[in-house]
């Protein structure tokens, strides 16, 4: 539990290809913790925050996209 992130937050990957951020870092060179997700590389100066130009199988950006977490009680045998 001392993980700092609230939650996951899922980034789309398919076999090598991975999502880049407009700085030209990858989504995994940036800060999982909840905000704007700054690149953690030192050398870049740029990044206020992961924003990609990738656009998604639907036509649309994927800033235009959310994701939710759902959460469920785990039934146990004594639950029943």
Do not use: M
Request: proline fraction near 8%.
């Amino acid at each position: 539990r001392n993980c700092a992130c609230e939650h996951f937050y899922y980034i789309p990957a398919q076999g090598s290809w991975i999502l880049r951020c407009r700085c030209k870092h990858k989504h995994t060179d940036h800060d999982p913790t909840p905000g704007p997700h700054k690149c953690k590389r030192k050398s870049c100066k740029t990044c206020k925050g992961f924003h990609s130009p990738w656009v998604c199988n639907c036509g649309c950006p994927w800033s235009d996209h959310t994701q939710s977490t759902v959460l469920k009680k785990k039934k146990t045998i004594f639950d029943l």
